[in-house]
């Protein structure tokens, strides 16, 4: 990706400056006054930077807020561009959005990364006409019924050992398909904080739409859940794809870039294996195929090698059992369960996801767990649950 040029650079830090000396945050200084920081090349800045040059711009701030782009060139605050509709109440007040960081000041013991997320996260929720203490609450009443719910129907879940001295973030790392949700399924008191769920509940009468904005609110909500929950004793689930190394490197601290460095969790990488392994130059054979272009469904499989036609039979299948069940919720012929969210992802998507997990992540606190196909559902629990236990220390 081109290196972003910045018309607001100077601008940008100095509000990064203004903040990090009000709270006396020298790791947030230190980053912003390293010109050669990751910093500068995440997206959490670039939105930043292109919302301070739309505000700075003069004429109809509202108007230029529909051109501020995020890293994928895409409209920060769009609802559907191609019809024009975009969510902009507002015009950013960065020095109430400064002192409105002092309401969230958990994130100043987490890293640099998390707490310029979080100013830009007050300063999207100004634009866009949410309160983000209001997101929060929501979240926190979502995650109560999640537990209640929890300790009236699943078996593993007991009340009496709901909290932990010493809690665990578990992160899984795998596509769709690969035995996630039924891993879950056996992990006793573990908080699922899911962006999946979090997004639904949040924003649904948007769609949701997957835009800019709609992403950094939803993911802010779920990393301050995720704080409060840990904070309090609870295993947290940190529920979604993360298959990208970079992408989860906020949290994980997987890059030690001092962005990231900080964090003070406990946390188990599991990691699901794809049902192949793919050599270069099959994963090359894989990239090729274009599911923007072409349709899954119209995929010349039978011209595809032996373990790329597999991957590919595996994106298929999800795609096409993920559309009949979210077409069954629409209909109404079933509900949407709100605390296992579906949502009907482009195949696109599900193969950037699939792509990204042939990267295995190492280190002391990474559990790998095989794949295997067993087709009995008693043997196919007892097999995720040996791996339950590992995560959590009780094997």
Same mark, same amino acid.
């Given at each position: 990706m081109a290196k972003q040029e910045f018309k607001r650079h100077s601008e940008t830090k100095d509000l990064l400056f203004q903040m990090a000396k009000r709270y006396q945050l020298k790791k947030l200084e230190d980053i912003v006054g390293d010109e050669n920081s990751l910093l500068f090349?995440?997206? $959490?800045?670039?939105?930043?930077?292109?919302?301070?040059?739309?505000?700075?711009?003069?004429?109809?701030?509202?108007?230029?807020?529909?051109?501020?782009?995020?890293?994928?060139?895409?409209? $920060?605050?769009?609802?559907?561009?191609?019809?024009?509709?975009?969510?902009?109440?507002?015009?950013?007040?960065?020095?109430?959005?400064?002192?409105?960081?002092?309401?969230?000041s958990n994130c100043f013991k987490l890293n640099a990364y998390s707490i310029v997320n979080t100013f830009l996260a007050l300063i999207e929720a100004q634009v866009t006409g949410f309160d983000l203490g209001d997101l929060y609450q929501k979240g926190v009443r979502h995650i109560g019924d999640l537990i209640k719910d929890a300790l009236s129907k699943n078996?593993?879940?007991?009340?009496?050992?709901?909290?932990?001295?010493?809690?665990?973030?578990?992160?899984?790392?795998?596509?769709?398909?690969?035995?996630?949700?039924t891993f879950y399924k056996e992990l006793s008191n573990?908080?699922?904080?899911?962006?999946?769920?979090?997004?639904?509940?949040?924003?649904?009468?948007?769609?949701?739409?997957?835009s800019s904005w709609e992403s950094c609110l939803a993911w802010w909500t779920v990393n301050q859940l995720t704080d409060h929950y840990i904070g309090k004793g609870y295993n947290v689930f940190y529920n979604g794809v993360n298959t990208d190394m970079e992408y989860r490197s906020p949290i994980t601290m997987e890059n030690p870039n001092p962005l990231y460095a900080g964090m003070p969790y406990n946390i188990k990488l599991v990691y699901f294996e794809p049902p192949a392994r793919l050599t270069p130059e099959e994963l090359k054979e894989l990239k090729s195929?274009?599911?923007?272009?072409?349709?899954?469904?119209?995929?010349?499989?039978?011209?595809?090698?032996?373990?790329?036609?597999?991957?590919?039979?595996?994106?298929?299948?999800?795609?096409?059992?993920?559309?009949?069940?979210?077409?069954?919720?629409?209909?109404?012929?079933?509900?949407?369960?709100?605390?296992?969210?579906?949502?009907?992802?482009?195949?696109?998507?599900?193969?950037?996801?699939?792509?990204?997990?042939?990267?295995?992540?190492?280190?002391?606190?990474?559990?790998?767990?095989?794949?295997?196909e067993i087709p009995d559902e008693d043997k196919r629990a007892e097999f995720y649950r040996k791996y339950a236990k590992k995560v959590l220390g009780r094997a």
């Open positions: 090349e995440k997206d $959490v800045y670039i939105c930043l930077q292109n919302i301070v040059e739309a505000s700075l711009s003069g004429g109809d701030v509202l108007e230029s807020l529909k051109n501020a782009k995020n890293v994928y060139n895409s409209p $920060v605050f769009a609802v559907n561009p191609q019809k024009g509709i975009f969510q902009i109440k507002t015009v950013p007040d960065f020095e109430k959005a400064i002192s409105d960081m002092e309401k969230f078996p593993n879940w007991d009340e009496k050992t709901l909290t932990d001295s010493n809690p665990v973030l578990i992160i899984p790392i795998g596509a769709a398909g690969t035995g996630k949700s573990v908080v699922n904080i899911s962006c999946d769920n979090v997004r639904y509940l949040l924003f649904k009468d948007f769609g949701p739409c997957f195929i274009n599911l923007w272009a072409t349709p899954v469904d119209k995929v010349d499989f039978t011209s595809l090698s032996p373990n790329v036609l597999k991957i590919m039979g595996l994106i298929k299948n999800n795609f096409e059992r993920t559309m009949a069940r979210t077409r069954e919720i629409s209909e109404g012929k079933k509900q949407q369960d709100p605390f296992d969210v579906l949502y009907s992802v482009p195949a696109a998507i599900v193969k950037l996801f699939v792509e990204q997990s042939f990267e295995k992540p190492s280190g002391k606190n990474v559990i790998i767990v095989p794949r295997k």
